[in-house]
């Protein structure tokens, strides 16, 4: 997966002004998995990738596929449809009022249901997301992502809390393991190993989070 993301410019990092990703972490590299959307090779390998990680990691196959608003939306239909399963997605709040009130395409009620998404750095979207699909009925035990940042303190600690397994198909860690043509510029790597030393460190020397704010779990 970290091959795919890097062949298909994905993986941006920058060597000035870093990203502040949506948890308020800053970052020097930044992931849009995005772009592999638009590319139907990258993208049947993705789904490809995805369907054999659900097939491993699961201990029972899932009844559904819900697909997170928005990114996590067109990768959740793709394994619908590879999988033979229907498909639901779940708004990141309520939309009006009513237990399916986060929840689109159908009832989960007693349902094994897949949460899929694009990436995850802290955990703090899931939350919301296994929330709306558990308040519809849903059981959800699983949560899929293409790239998980791995590098930030509270995500383990959120999806424990919540009873989610995360299941994700590469990490920075992974991207740094990718060797050939496709690899990063060593300029680029040796930006990236520092900020993976240290990312707290990091983040609150560039402008972002310093701490962990007690999340709302």
Same mark, same amino acid.
């Given at each position: 997966?970290?091959?795919?993301?890097?062949?298909?410019?994905?993986?941006?990092?920058?060597?000035?002004?870093?990203?502040?990703?949506?948890?308020? %972490?800053?970052?020097?590299?930044?992931?849009?998995?995005?772009?592999?959307?638009?590319?139907?090779?990258?993208?049947?390998?993705?789904?490809?990738?995805?369907?054999?990680?659900?097939?491993?990691?699961?201990?029972?196959?899932?009844?559904?596929?819900?697909?997170?608003?928005?990114?996590?939306?067109?990768?959740?239909?793709?394994?619908?449809?590879?999988?033979?399963?229907?498909?639901?997605?779940?708004?990141?709040?309520?939309?009006?009022?009513?237990?399916?009130?986060?929840?689109?395409?159908?009832?989960?009620?007693?349902?094994?249901?897949?949460?899929?998404?694009?990436?995850?750095?802290?955990?703090?979207?899931?939350?919301?997301?296994?929330?709306?699909?558990?308040?519809?009925?849903?059981?959800?035990?699983?949560?899929?992502?293409?790239?998980?940042?791995?590098?930030?303190?509270?995500?383990?600690?959120?999806?424990?809390?919540?009873?989610?397994?995360?299941?994700?198909?590469?990490?920075?860690?992974?991207?740094?393991?990718?060797?050939?043509?496709?690899?990063?510029?060593?300029?680029?790597?040796?930006?990236?190993?520092?900020?993976?030393?240290?990312?707290?460190? %990091?983040?609150?020397?560039?402008?972002?989070?310093?701490?962990?704010?007690?999340?709302?779990?």
């Amino acid at each position: 997966m970290a091959r795919l993301l890097l062949e298909g410019g994905a993986v941006r990092v920058s060597h000035e002004q870093p990203f502040i990703l949506a948890a308020g %972490w800053a970052s020097p590299a930044y992931v849009d998995v995005r772009l592999l959307i638009g590319e139907p090779r990258l993208r049947r390998a993705a789904a490809a990738l995805a369907v054999e990680a659900i097939r491993a990691a699961l201990p029972e196959p899932p009844e559904a596929v819900a697909g997170a608003e928005t990114a996590g939306i067109p990768w959740a239909a793709w394994l619908a449809e590879a999988l033979d399963l229907p498909l639901r997605y779940v708004r990141k709040r309520p939309l009006g009022i009513g237990r399916n009130a986060q929840v689109e395409g159908g009832s989960v009620e007693g349902m094994r249901v897949l949460l899929v998404d694009d990436l995850m750095t802290d955990g703090s979207s899931k939350a919301a997301f296994a929330r709306g699909l558990r308040s519809a009925g849903a059981a959800v035990t699983h949560a899929l992502c293409l790239f998980h940042h791995g590098t930030f303190p509270g995500g383990a600690e959120r999806m424990a809390h919540l009873g989610l397994e995360l299941v994700a198909l590469a990490s920075w860690r992974d991207v740094l393991a990718v060797d050939g043509a496709a690899a990063l510029p060593e300029a680029d790597r040796a930006v990236l190993g520092a900020f993976l030393a240290d990312p707290v460190g %990091w983040s609150a020397a560039h402008g972002g989070r310093a701490t962990l704010a007690r999340p709302a779990l």
